[in-house]
């Protein structure tokens, strides 16, 4: 029982530190001094950090599953998911109120040997696929197709979740959660309004490059291999190898990592309010001008050589510049939702609580990044829409042939 105890006790405080400095930041010695042991009791457990840091990833993995187990035995698609939502809730309301301790996020899982990262992807593709089930059993490819995409996007949001969350108090747990699932399982989208986003350049969003040893080109080679790699598998040689440039040239532009990672995050959002701004000069309502700034990003990151920075990257950072990428990002959520109120005025968008709506938006376009390998086996305009859908006519819309 005491064996269990302090096996348990580790695993939290841990968690606690990959969450604040990734597995490599984490070490025996802070997580001895957060549990009250020295750490040759720490070794006694685990005897290579890395295993630590794997049980900690299980153990995130084990949580997503006690939700989905929780929802199994429900009897349609709609009631399994409200489920699983539930769930993920009521667990966040718990570490709230310090009745229960967070756990990793993956965003580090990268930086783990070949070995690790095989045997942790492989319980995370399982747990996947068993998510992926709630939905039902797909009839057809391309319901297959759809039901991936959904489950992708609804695990993005519930990462997200947290992040947000905090904004909120406990009290509006409740009313947050019920006009999540709304959305979840109505959309956005006003009954009478199609998928019919106009033809944005991508040359009119994505900055110029000029030159090989310009800002530009650093950036996009760095959001690349921090998605990728991750922040900590990430370095300045090896992203100056990567576009064959001298790591002076680096520093020339950056003082270091964490001035890199914001400026790939600032780079990010300005590309996100090309792509508003863009699509609020074309003709047309407020409802084309949404669904066009949503196409072309998904463009971007299914297709584009220079895609968005993830945002579990804003985890690697100071506190201080953590909270400086959640305002940006909030900064431009509340520019969507600015858009669907504009459209709820002219009854293009259904009556939603636009602020989560948005939070719901830009958690959807982060999660495309991890899904480039489901869009390739698609022509992108398919890809594009059969993703944006999952929030603009929910994840229950029958899936047309």
Known sequence: ???????????????????????????????????????TSITYYFQRKEQLAVACYHRSIDRLESFIAAAEHLETARERIKGFINANFEDLLKIRMGEAKNYAGFSELRTLNEKAQEETQARYRSMFRRLRALFGVPANEREHRAFTARTNVLLENMYWLPVWLERYDIPDFSRVKARMFDIFDHGIAATDQIWSPHDISLDAVIPDVVGKNSLENFLRAATMLINDRGYRGTSVERIAAEINVTKGSFYHHLNGKDDLVVACFRRSFDIIARSQQTADEAKGGYWPHLTSSIATLLKVQFANASPLLRSTARQSLP?????????????????????????????????????????????MLNSAYDARAWANRMALPDAVELYATTIIFGLFQPVAD
């Open 319 to 363: 506190a201080p510049l953590r909270a400086l990428v959640f305002d940006e990002s909030t900064r431009l959520a509340r520019r969507y939702a600015g858009m669907m109120m504009d459209g709820i005025a002219e009854s293009s968008v259904r009556p939603i609580d636009t602020l989560i709506a948005a939070q719901m938006i830009m958690s």
């Open 1 to 39: 029982m005491r064996y269990n105890e302090k096996y348990e006790r580790i695993l939290e405080a841990a968690s606690v530190l990959i969450n604040e400095h990734g597995a490599t930041g984490m070490t025996f010695a802070d997580v001895a001094r957060d549990v009250g042991l020295n750490t």
